[in-house]
């Protein structure tokens, strides 16, 4: 593997267990826009204390990620008495806020930004990254994940049935911003140096399309989203050279063909969204893949042992 | 007949905006019994389990399970006193699949945390999907176990809501027009259905239109109008009733049409 290909590997990885932490409470029916605020939060309490306690990192990333759930657990009582758009500016604020205030703090940088001293690579990052798939796995099949799809369906007749519906949303929401949290932290080891402005709501947005593009009913719809965010833009890197034919007819004023690939990726969100609004990995679509995956292991299987006859 | 009722509603009320739905309305519901609680469009009979289930808070009065006042119990913790319902447009949750639906009436059995995180769908077998799957078979739906709910017929769909309900083994189960859209079958298999319930212990409170089964169904009958309660009695009492039948066909009387009423 290239270096090239490594580093997008660990950027997919660290983008996943991301995407858990807003497609949690997203389950829940709730939208969170303040994920990066709590991946902030995450990065530069596991940093400062690495940098300072001398902990290990694989402890600190979850001392980060604890910060990020207890400030969500705080919040989460005032917070999530708002529904629908006001809960999402009502996060979206809290983001700011914790971005803003560590803009403020001298003791990790300011606006300077802050050096992170242990460094993680791909052998760290990705096994974590597939606890955190386990973990997000299992929930969803538990009663806990079943209830949150009530809830996030019809909160009422949850509530009817004995489901403790605050209580779960609260749960969500904090796990959510435990994993964002960790996320965060894991981008702070991987990139060994963080800014304030790195954690910005464009960030926020980005990762709640993850979820809603990938699925919001499936533990794969944040893997598949957080895949095609993170290589569909790099395929795009090489298009004016792959076809210049057609990129060098496009006329001066235009500027530069490959600037233009964030705007046909966002062109492509929006026709994906048009056409599956229910986001690429429903719940069939799962049951279907995991059948085409047993069908090509029942293939290589019997093609190997068909192989292997004399 | 026991002395304490399954259900007693004393003097409750409640408007919305200027309109009073539900007007000093008081009755007791027979424990073990099968309670039609019938009246025109618009009488009140949603707004009372709406009530009952805690759904709206009362204006005045009180409602008591089983001899437990749950006046002031919220809505989610009035299923520990034992009471579940069904609704009239059938609320299941369409994302998920009629066994998972049916899981859900098992919540409030299902205990705290541990409950919350127990593994469904791990392993091959467990005692809530073993419940849950019996239950389905029981009213021979087993081959929609794992169908999006959603996408099933309205009367497959109704029966699931019906299951989820008693799945939470209550004491009192209120129905709101369970035979609303059945075809004659199953209308039948309904009724049996039903009687069961109540020889399993459980008290019936029916919101229904269709007086044909009521009057097969139930031995206890509350008529309501414009939020009051203007009869109460046996089917054959409640029938020949002269309020009730104002209620139904103004001055004009008209037997056929009566027993006919939908």
């Known amino acids: ?310 | 007949m026991s002395a304490v009722p399954a259900l007693k509603i004393d003097n409750i009320g409640k408007h919305f905006g200027g309109v009073k739905v539900i007007d000093q309305l008081s009755f007791s519901v027979p424990l073990g019994a099968r309670t039609a609680l019938i009246g025109p469009n618009g009488a009140g009979k949603t707004t009372v389990f709406n009530l009952v289930s805690g759904v709206y808070p009362l204006d005045y009065g009180s409602i008591a399970l089983n001899g437990a006042d749950v006046t002031h119990v919220s809505q989610g913790e009035r299923i520990k006193f034992g009471l579940a319902r069904s609704f009239q447009n059938i609320r299941l949750i369409a994302h998920l699949t009629a066994l998972e639906n049916i899981l859900l009436g098992q919540q409030i059995r299902a205990g705290g945390l541990r409950g919350l995180l127990y593994p469904l769908n791990v392993f091959r077998r467990n005692k809530w999907r073993d419940e849950a799957r019996a239950a389905l078979c029981d009213v021979g739906l087993e081959a929609y176990g794992d169908d999006m709910v959603g996408d099933l017929p309205y009367g497959v769909q109704k029966r699931i809501d019906l299951v989820r309900a008693e799945l939470a083994r209550p004491k009192l189960l209120l129905l709101d027009e369970p035979a609303a859209g059945l075809n004659p079958t199953e209308t039948e298999e309904l009724q049996a259905h039903l009687e069961g319930l109540t020889e399993r212990g459980i008290t019936l409170v029916v919101v229904e239109h269709d007086m044909q089964f009521i009057n097969v169904l139930c031995e206890h009958v509350v008529v309501l109008n414009f939020g009051s309660k203007i009869a109460e009695g046996t089917p054959e009492e409640v029938r020949n009733h002269g309020a009730v039948r104002e209620a139904y066909l103004g001055r004009e009387e008209d037997e056929e049409a009566f027993s006919h009423a939908s």
């Open chain 1, 1 to 310: 593997m290239t270096s090239y290909q490594t580093g997008l590997l660990v950027i997919l990885s660290i983008n996943i267990v991301i995407a858990y932490g807003a497609y949690l409470p997203i389950a829940a029916g709730q939208m969170n826009l303040g994920i990066a605020g709590f991946m902030a939060l995450g990065a530069y309490a596991s940093a400062y204390v690495a940098n300072n306690a001398g902990l290990p990192p694989i402890v600190t990333i979850f001392i980060g990620a604890g910060f990020a759930g207890l400030l969500a657990l705080i919040v989460a009582v005032p917070i999530l008495r708002t529904r629908g758009i006001y809960l999402a500016l009502a996060t979206f604020a809290l983001g700011q806020i914790v971005a803003a205030a560590i803009l403020n703090v001298e003791l990790v940088g300011a606006a300077e930004g802050y050096s992170v001293l242990d460094h993680f690579g791909l052998a760290t990052i990705a096994p974590i990254t597939i606890a955190t798939i386990a973990v997000v796995a299992y929930l969803n099949r538990t009663r806990f994940g079943l209830n949150l799809t009530a809830i996030s369906q019809d909160e009422l007749l949850a509530n009817l049935f004995g489901v403790r519906t605050r209580r779960l949303q609260i749960a969500a929401f904090t796990l959510g911003a435990f994993f964002a949290g960790l996320g965060g932290a894991l981008h702070a080891h991987y990139y060994n140096y963080i800014r304030p402005q790195d954690f910005n709501i464009l960030l926020s947005i980005y990762i709640i399309l993850f979820v809603l593009l990938g699925g919001t009913r499936s533990v794969l719809g944040p893997i598949v989203g957080a895949a095609i965010f993170t290589f569909l833009p790099e395929i795009f890197r090489d298009l004016d050279k792959k076809f210049s034919a057609f990129f060098d007819q496009v006329p001066d004023w235009l500027g530069q063909a490959s600037a233009w690939r964030f705007a046909i990726f966002a062109a492509l969100i929006i026709v994906f969204m048009m056409l599956r609004p229910q986001g690429i990995m429903t719940r069939g679509a799962t049951r279907a893949a995991a059948r085409w995956v047993a069908w090509c292991v029942r293939r290589l299987g019997f093609a190997r042992s068909s192989g292997a006859r004399p």
